[in-house]
Structures are given as structure tokens and as C-alpha cells.
């Protein structure tokens, strides 16, 4: 977790996956970052979870997240 001015970013590299393969869940202050590549067969052949947790200053109500082009996930979040 990275503080810049007033917000927090939380930065992943998920560009292995397609973007309806990787969730972002909240829940007390805590990010999960999931993901999953299926293949033709139905196997699951690649994953990806990455787990953070925010600082206690962090608007809850404030996170957002975007995907970029590259594939890096970017999850910012308003400090109070």
C-alpha cells in the first residue's frame, strides 16, 4: 500500500488475465485481489490472490478500482 497525497493506491500486475477472470472484494479494511485463468477443459491452470490491508485512515466508502490497458490493476482509496 502506497500513500500519495491523500489517497492510498494498491498496484497489481494481473495483465496474464482476462478482466471477467479477476474480483476485487473489501471487507474491514482488508482488499483481496482474485483471479483465475480457466482452460478449454475446464481446468483452472493459472491463479492469482493477492490480500492487503488498507491503513485504519482509509474511507472505506472510497474505493475504486480500474483496470489500464497493460494489465495493472490499480485500487485507490481516500484517506479521512
Keep these: 500500500v502506497h ?10 500486475d ?6 471477467p ?4 472484494t473489501t471487507s474491514n479494511c482488508h482488499v483481496t485481489i482474485q483471479a483465475e485463468k ?4 475446464g481446468t ?3 491463479t492469482f490472490t493477492h490480500k492487503c ?3 485504519e485512515d482509509t474511507d472505506p466508502l472510497s474505493v ?4 489500464t490497458e497493460a ?3 490499480v485500487i485507490t482509496a481516500r484517506r479521512r
Excluded at 475504486?64 to 483496470?67: D, G, K, P, Q, V
Aim: glycine residues 6%.
Design 21 to 24: 477472470d479477476i474480483v476485487v
Design 38 to 41: 480457466v482452460a478449454e477443459d
Design 53 to 55: 490491508q488498507l491503513p
Design 3 to 12: 500513500a500519495q497525497g491523500d489517497t492510498y493506491q494498491v498496484v497489481a
Design 14 to 19: 494481473v495483465s496474464q488475465f482476462e478482466p
Design 71 to 73: 494489465g495493472t490493476l
Design 64 to 67: 475504486s478500482c480500474a483496470l
Design 44 to 46: 483452472i491452470c493459472d
